[in-house]
């Protein structure tokens, strides 16, 4: 299954708000738990109490300074996983059809027992969503949960990925982006949600929605002085203002 | 990206090994008998080592059968029909001129245009990389061909020939460095666009997100210092053509070609380090590291 | 070729299993999902009031912590010297018989000899009932180096505080402001609210030094200098009032600014409230001009009332307010440049303060009758909400500060009003209410009280007859009479140098006192190991109770190992630190998810025990029989009041089950696992705000259980208790403090708020504020020996702003010695350009000793993290006055952790941070080399 498919029936995936998003890591180790105990084989850890503890992950938290002309630098945490893209490259290199995007939902996934391990498909990924996990030999990637969104077992409310549902600042919204009248569609066309690497050429179907503007009160000085125009410039006239309102209340 | 020993070993001896039974293939009065054995021992020696030792890369080697399936879209795929096609095309070839002392020209034409085919997607599996912006270029299958038809011509004792190419490697090297030197940069993929958070302002990589490292940085994100990269580009050039060169235009001698040989290819396994190693696939900018 | 079939309903549990988080202290409710009776999954639980689903980082990384290597085994005993980590196992039987063979003739001679000190306990109602009933003082949790600044001054001022008191009113706000570190307290809630905030659009404001977590999503980022956060908030009083942008009808109604006061220096009063002969407070009212008692049926108290008694001008508070905070000195261009910011800065917050609070109130139609009779048709409120922690607590002068903010919430009429900020039960309760402390030991006997309480004058203090503190710790004491929480910091320093008195048996429960928790981090190593002439311990026993090898344990004689969170039973009690919710009172429980597969006991219930076996009044029947069980058959049993016990929810009454007061019940424990192991009792919705002076929400409390009958207060913009400490300064009263300390009294115990510098270091000398911070994904040590957490935060670099990195040559990966009056690390550093550019800060508690947490002694946490502990002292630099002074809060004791400064110099890498310290023998020997977590292939 290494072509894609020409079209997807859906396109689920992930709408990342940088706007809200505190970087907590929430969804980083909610992933990592769910996925050690399901999809495949679980997600190692090497050294884990030691020197150079390492292990696979799925989704991981990064952080970048921006420093805009003429206001303080901003921190945005900045999540990041597989953004199941609708020209995946991960999918076309693998040389055993084990990376394959679905042509129901157009999640990308790997057949485990399909994969020899080349890395090739992480090669591929601009993006880094792919890991290798260094004691089972096979590419470990983001499921978006497929064995939660559909899980017959789970709640209904619970269908949705890990990540997703444990998110304790809500920055981060599931659902399908072809369909635009999805809330995560809303959201992208609202937010101006945005591509990672469009020059790429992968059309990611994740999409971040960038932070709003930030310390922008210089621009509001003259709306804001109003506000404190004063009553009085010591306290016998404050108290004698005080007195002339509670009268008229 | 990482220079894993095992890749290097694998483009580098592959490709010599096919570049030997290239020159075989098309040599229009090929060896016979022990000399054709011993040529092709080496050839076949080379080439399956090299192929061999790429599968030291894989998590799972004993799936490795598994990557014949996907020839229709995948070079790695398609790599290995065409390495075994042309090791059993020349496989034939040899069998005859070793046996039989009998040269069918067609199965040599034949083998030699499959190795160069090998050679050609081991090539594109790496070109074939967008997220690596030294590597996204028409010049790295010429480069790849040319180390091996030089180096294949060297090791069948063509030494014109093969001071030529090594030559006209060694300058498609040098101009694919300098090239490659700005293509990230040309590639328009910055920090920026990674985040896509260049409309605010400048962007620098803060914390990363874990404080150890993990298999992507292992990997894919490999610093090699500039100077000390530059040195190993003059120490690549050296002995992969100068070095040869010279002991190749002293008075002929057995082994004064034997390391011209060994020149080269310690010149090749550099250059091949240094293919990997400064190769800056973009997931670095993700972490600052570009 | 097909597209291979994924299983997309695979079986994710054999069962859930509803207990409580204890990866931090938020209290989240968890979904424990079991496959072949393991731990498989930990998800929050979309039923829980505190986290409604969402879990953090540290809360689905629980697993790894269940199953952490570092867990201790079974029961310790020290046979190498103190500090060395070598220790045999050996029995209960033995390990309590020899707790028991210590502490019974300590108790039958001078019980406070035991020092029982716990760290980040969730029981203290409990533990510090143990201790009540084994008669020492000596009992007290972490508060004194966590808030209590924050806590003490929000129950003085409002009979509430922020986070297990109360929270943000998250659907109402429309400004939210957010003060100082706060990245864990609590965790989950804020994040949610932010998160709800910013879907509404509305507005963030943060005020911190770093730029990270909460404040890097605010909309506006105010990098204040550390320790001037008092400064700034009296300046933007100082505008509000100036504009007149101040809640008149609240502050009249509800506060103290009508409360007369004694104006006349002269007089013995002075300073004190005009009281009726009733002893409440007066007011002037506006219809009669008379004075009147300020609860009085109808009364409409005058802000600017005024009055002459018997020679004696009483004016009310809202003249101090005026006069004080008028003053040009708190004009923005007179602070700003103290507070690292412009004057226009300071303006443009002032001004959306303002705008936010008055030009667009929150209007709820709901009517609501006040404590005076008075019916309201509905309820209006100031859509702006703040919210402050530790950043603003851990100074110096952080009480001050934090009564500042509250004065500004009540001036904007914003806390219990729509909008702002809410009060969670058993809250509001004014101080008042609260207990007294009690200190005074007597052989065999228990104390009369509890320990811990809220002084409301000298008569309070935990002094002895002839002014000696009776406490080990000093709380209640002339250097910090309002340590309502004890100070845990000072007290091995204190038993080490025998001041007040020598102890011989420290007991301390969950306190990483050798490390992270201890300020002067090596000097406590040294106190817990240092002898005397005959070459014993100064400090001559040690008891120690935790799950996990942490540090603390090298250095303790008796080990008694307690379990995980998923094996045992607890409550998070309406007596202790419940988990309700604005428009709920909540308790829960944790029980055992899980049976230990190790020969550990929970603390409590070895606690029980320990009182059982001596002979503690309340844990033995009359025939000499334990009165419990274990813990959780106290949990079901116990009744603190008549028909009050720990758990408020499925109680006993005449006619079956009830909430609240009631009987015991002994399946209440199975009726709690049935709910999802909480509770929730929901406030009518005419109570929901407005509380301390709403009468449903009064009678509602009554009912419930939580207070025994009404009791409306006003919000105290002045506190006399501070002024009583402030007279006997000035030299009235029998009780007197020391003459060194009449000074410090009479200036710092200010009845309103003041801002002073703190005063850590010599600014030339020492030119850099230096903080930490702790990430949201780890709590205090216990993130480092969990292995998915660890990997996120590994080592610790020391953040510099870009113009130190500048001045100082740096760039990052270099290393640099950070020294301060105490002493010096040696630290890597990286930039930060989104910092307060004389500030540097570091993640905290995220070095280890090499030994400890069963981590392998290479551990990055050992070779190139780092503590800042290390820099700061439990007392300040000497200042030639031949004193000691403490580091701390002078009204509360509160540790002033980030008073801290320090100066930077480059230097060559060493090969590992620095100080470090030799390895300790773990008696856990190390994790594995490789995990691959599954319960089922």
């Known amino acids: ?249 | ?290 | 070729m097909a597209q291979p079939r994924v299983e997309t309903s695979p079986r994710v549990s054999d069962e859930v299993r509803k207990t409580t988080c204890y990866m931090c202290a938020c209290r989240c409710g968890i979904n424990v999902h079991m496959k072949d009776c393991k731990v498989a999954y930990i998800e929050g639980n979309r039923d829980h009031p505190v986290n409604k689903g969402v879990l953090c980082a540290k809360g689905s990384a629980g697993i790894m912590q269940h199953n952490a290597p570092s867990r201790l085994r079974a029961p310790l005993k020290r046979v190498g010297p103190r500090g060395s980590g070598r220790f045999e196992e050996i029995s209960w039987d033995e390990a309590l018989e020899t707790a028991v063979s210590w502490l019974k003739p300590l108790r039958e001679t001078a019980p406070e000899k035991l020092a029982f000190f716990t760290g980040r306990d969730q029981s203290q109602s409990f533990t510090g009932w143990w201790a009540q009933a084994y008669g020492t003082p000596n009992f007290a949790a972490h508060g004194g180096f966590c808030s209590v600044n924050m806590a003490t001054a929000g129950i003085y001022t409002m009979g509430g505080a922020f986070w297990e008191f109360g929270a943000p009113d998250w659907e109402h706000a429309r400004l939210f402001l957010l003060f100082g570190v706060a990245e864990d307290h609590d965790s989950n809630p804020i994040k949610m609210g932010l998160g709800r905030l910013k879907a509404r659009g509305a507005k963030v404001i943060g005020v911190n030094p770093i730029r990270s977590g909460y404040n890097a999503v605010a909309d506006d980022w105010i990098g204040i200098t550390p320790g001037t956060d008092g400064l700034l908030i009296l300046s933007l009083v100082h505008c509000l009032l100036k504009a007149g942008r101040i809640d008149l009808d609240y502050l009249a109604r509800f506060t103290n600014a009508p409360v007369l006061l004694d104006c006349d220096p002269k007089s013995p009063d002075y300073g004190l409230f005009l009281r009726g002969e009733d002893g409440k407070p007066q007011v002037i009212c506006r219809e009669s001009g008379k004075p009147t008692a300020f609860d009085a049926p109808g009364v409409r108290p005058d802000l600017t009332g005024q009055i002459r008694r018997a020679g004696v001008t009483h004016t009310s508070v809202m003249h101090r307010i005026a006069e004080r905070y008028l003053d040009p000195q708190y004009a923005p261009e007179a602070v700003a440049e103290r507070c690292g910011l412009t004057p226009e800065r300071i303006r443009a917050l002032a001004a959306e303060l303002a705008r936010a609070a008055f030009d667009d109130p929150v209007i709820l139609d709901q009517p609501w009758t006040d404590f005076r009779g008075e019916r309201h048709d509905r309820m209006v409120g100031r859509p702006v909400a703040i919210h402050a922690m530790r950043g603003i607590s851990a100074h110096a002068n952080g009480f001050q500060t934090c009564r500042a903010l509250h004065i500004l919430q009540i001036l904007l009429g914003a806390v219990e009003t729509p909008g702002g900020m809410r009060f969670k039960p058993p809250y509001p309760k004014p101080a008042e209410a609260h207990p007294r402390p009690h200190a005074q030991a007597a052989p065999g006997q228990p104390l009369k009280g509890p320990h811990l309480g809220y002084p409301q004058g000298p008569e309070d203090l935990a002094l002895s007859d002839k002014g000696q503190p009776l406490r080990i710790d000093k709380a209640f004491t002339w250097e910090n009479p309002l340590s309502a929480h004890g100070l845990m910091h000072m007290v091995i320093s204190n038993a080490h140098a025998g001041d007040p008195y020598r102890i011989d048996t420290l007991f301390l429960y969950m306190a990483n006192m050798a490390w992270n928790s201890s300020m002067n981090t090596s000097g406590v190593m040294e106190m817990l190991t240092d002898t005397d002439e005959n070459g014993d311990y100064k400090i001559p026993r040690i008891i120690y109770s935790d799950a996990y090898s942490s540090e603390m344990v090298a250095y303790a004689d008796l080990i008694l190992p307690d379990t995980t969170y998923l094996e045992r039973h607890d409550c998070i009690s309406l007596l202790d630190r419940p988990i309700s919710e604005p428009d709920a009172a909540a308790d829960a429980i944790r029980w055992p998810v899980v049976e230990p597969d190790r020969d550990v006991r929970g603390f409590q219930s070895v606690l029980l025990d320990l009182g059982a076996r001596l002979g503690l009044p309340g844990m033995i029947d009359e025939d000499g029989t334990p009165t419990y069980a274990d813990y959780a058959d106290y949990i079901q049993t116990h009744q603190r009041r008549p028909g009050i016990g720990p758990l408020a929810g499925w109680r006993m009454s005449d006619t079956g089950l009830t909430h609240g007061r009631g009987a015991p019940n002994a399946a209440q424990i199975d009726s709690y696992i049935a709910n999802g192991g909480h509770f929730a009792m929901h406030i009518p919705v005419e109570a929901q705000y407005f509380k301390p002076w709403n009468r449903a929400y009064q009678d509602w409390a009554v009912t419930a259980g939580l207070c025994d009958s009404a009791a409306p207060y006003l919000f105290q913009l002045y506190v006399e208790p501070l002024r009583r400490f402030q007279r006997a300064a000035e030299g009235q009263g029998d009780r007197q403090p020391p003459d060194h300390l009449r000074g410090q009294i009479r200036a710092k115990l200010d009845p309103m708020p003041i801002w002073y510098a703190p005063d850590a270091g010599d600014p030339g000398t020492y030119p850099v504020h230096a903080l930490t911070q702790r990430p949201m994904a780890m709590y205090h040590s216990w993130g480092s020996q969990n292995a998915w957490l660890r990997q996120l935060h590994g080592h610790n670099p020391m953040y510099l702003p870009t113009r130190l990195m500048r001045d100082h040559g740096l760039s990052d990966g270099d290393w640099a010695r950070i020294t301060s009056p105490h002493g010096d690390i040696t630290v890597p550093v990286m930039e930060m350009a989104a910092l307060n550019p004389h500030t540097i800060w570091t993640w905290n508690a995220i070095g280890k000793r090499k030994g400890a947490w069963a981590l392998k002694p290479g551990a990055p946490e050992a070779t190139q993290g780092f503590l800042l502990n290390h820099l700061i002292h439990e007392l300040l630099p000497p200042k030639g006055d031949g004193l000691r002074w403490s580091n701390s809060d002078p009204v509360t004791g509160q540790a002033a952790w980030f008073d801290l400064r320090v100066r930077i110099e480059k230097v060559t890498p060493p090969a590992g941070s620095q100080p470090s310290f030799g390895e300790i023998t773990s008696p856990v020997g190390q994790g594995p080399a490789q995990l691959a977590w599954k319960t089922k292939p």
Not at chain 2, 3 to 28: E, K, M, N, R
Request: overall charge negative.
């Open chain 2, 1 to 290: 990206m990482h220079p894993a020993p095992s890749i290097i070993a694998f483009t580098t001896f592959s490709g010599l090994g096919l570049g030997l039974l290239f020159w075989l293939g098309v040599d229009p009065d090929a060896p016979t008998g022990w000399i054709a054995f011993a040529f092709f021992l080496i050839g076949y020696v080379l080439a399956i080592g090299g192929l061999m030792a790429s599968t030291l890369h894989l998590g799972r080697p004993e799936r490795a059968l598994k990557a014949f399936t996907q020839w229709r879209s995948s070079w790695l795929s398609r790599e290995a029909w065409t390495a075994c096609a042309a090791l059993v095309v020349m496989g034939i070839y040899a069998a005859l001129l070793v046996f039989f002392g009998l040269q069918v020209h067609v199965l040599g034409w034949l083998g030699a245009i499959l190795c160069l085919a090998t050679v050609f997607t081991t090539s594109m599996i790496y070109t074939q990389l967008k997220t690596v912006p030294r590597w996204h270029h028409w010049s790295t299958p010429v480069l790849f061909q040319l180390y091996a038809l030089g180096g294949g011509a060297l090791l069948s004792g063509r030494v014109t020939t093969g001071l030529v190419l090594i030559g006209l490697a060694a300058l498609a090297q040098g101009g694919w460095w300098l090239a490659g030197d700005r293509r990230l940069a040309a590639s328009g993929t910055t920090i920026e666009s990674a985040t896509g958070l260049g409309q605010i302002g400048r962007v620098r990589a803060f914390e990363p997100p874990h404080t150890g490292s993990n298999y992507l940085l292992r990997e894919m994100v490999f610093v090699v210092g500039r100077k000390h990269a530059h040195k190993l580009r003059l120490i690549a050039l050296g002995l992969m053509v100068v070095l040869p060169a010279f002991l190749l235009l002293l008075p002929f001698g057995h082994w004064l070609a034997v390391l011209a040989v060994l020149a080269h290819v310690a010149g090749v396994l550099t250059a091949r380090w240094l293919f990997f190693a400064e190769a800056e696939h973009v997931v670095g900018l993700y972490y600052g590291k570009r």
């Open chain 1, 1 to 249: 299954m290494t072509t894609l498919p020409e079209q997807t029936t859906r396109s689920l995936g992930l709408v990342i708000d940088l706007d809200t998003c505190v970087g907590c890591h929430a969804c980083v180790i909610s992933c990592k738990g769910w996925n050690t105990e399901n999809y495949g084989a679980p997600l190692s850890d090497q050294d884990p109490y030691g020197a150079d503890p390492s292990g696979t992950f799925l989704n991981r938290v990064h952080s970048y300074e921006v420093q805009p002309d003429d206001a303080p630098a901003q921190l945005v945490h900045f999540p990041k996983s597989c953004l199941h893209c609708q020209d995946a490259p991960c999918v076309t290199v693998c040389p055993t059809g084990a990376s394959y995007k679905r042509t129901e939902d157009g999640i990308v996934l790997v057949n485990e027992t399909d994969c020899i391990g080349c890395g090739l498909c992480a090669w591929a990924c601009p993006y880094g969503a792919r890991e290798l996990d260094l004691a089972e030999g096979v590419m470990k990637k983001c499921t978006l949960c497929v064995d939660r969104i559909y899980n017959e077992t789970l709640p209904e409310e619970d269908r949705t990925p890990a990540c997703v549902r444990t998110c304790p600042a809500g920055a981060r919204h599931f659902g399908d982006l072809s369909d635009p009248d999805s809330d995560v569609s809303r959201l992208v066309a609202d937010r101006g949600g945005m591509d990672l690497m469009p020059e790429q050429g992968t059309k990611p179907v994740n999409k971040y929605l960038p932070p709003r503007p930030r310390d922008s009160w210089q621009g509001e000085v003259d709306v804001l002085a109003p506000f404190l125009e004063p009553v009085a410039e010591e306290p016998r006239g404050f108290l004698a203002w005080i007195d002339k309102t509670l009268e008229k209340l």
